[in-house]
Each structure stands twice: as structure tokens, then as C-alpha cells.
């Protein structure tokens, strides 16, 4: 069983930045896939950006050349690094863990983009 947590959220004005982080209650080995998602009211969740155990990222359309994903392996965190924030930003942010078998979701932490 992992945990994972997020935090890192909050309120900030259009063109702003944000990091958000996420934390792995276990060293993650083997193939795995790490993922940050958003949900926003009255949509469905949608990937935001991912990172395999092999280093590939992949990133949704709307995010592109503005959020990266990385990772520091020895503190078990992902980042999200969040630049020219969009009010179509605004959404709850979710972290993901893939062990291809099994997958663990965070709670969310609160993103609002608005002046």
C-alpha cells in the first residue's frame, strides 16, 4: 500500500506560477508510471502530465511547454512546476501512481487561477 499526498495548491492571479508536489509514502521500484491529473467542476479528469520510471514524459496539449514533471527519487516527491497560469487552469490537481496491477490516487490538493 502507498500513500500518496499533494500539496503545494492555492490561489494565485493569471500568469502566475505554482509548485505543486506530491509524496510517496514508499521508495517506488520497478516500472511505474507518475502522473499528475485534474478534475475541474463538472468535467471528468483529465491527465495533466506524466512521467514513466524510464524518464519519457508526456503532457497534455493544453499544458505544453508551461507545466513540467520531474521527480527526486531520494525523497520520493513528484513535482509539478505550474507557469502562466490560465483561469482554464483553475481544478482540483491529483497524483497518480501506475504499478501497471495496482494504482493509488492522492486526495487532491486545490488549484484557482483568478484575479
Known amino acids: 500500500q502507498v500513500q500518496l499526498v499533494e500539496s503545494g495548491g492555492g490561489l494565485v492571479q493569471p500568469g502566475g506560477s505554482l509548485r505543486l508536489s506530491c509524496a510517496a509514502s514508499?521508495?517506488?521500484?520497478?516500472?511505474?508510471?507518475m502522473g499528475w491529473y485534474r478534475q475541474a467542476p463538472g468535467k471528468q479528469r483529465e491527465s495533466v502530465a506524466t512521467l514513466t520510471s524510464g524518464g519519457v514524459t508526456n503532457y497534455a496539449d493544453s499544458v505544453k511547454g508551461r507545466f513540467a514533471i520531474s521527480r527526486d527519487n531520494a525523497k520520493n516527491l513528484v513535482y509539478l512546476q505550474m507557469n502562466s497560469l490560465k483561469p482554464e487552469d483553475t481544478a482540483v490537481y491529483y497524483c497518480?501512481?501506475?504499478?501497471?496491477?495496482?494504482?493509488?490516487w492522492g486526495q487532491g490538493t486545490q488549484v484557482t487561477v483568478s484575479s
Open positions: 514508499a521508495t517506488i521500484v520497478g516500472i511505474y508510471t
Open positions: 497518480n501512481l501506475d504499478l501497471i496491477r495496482v494504482g493509488y
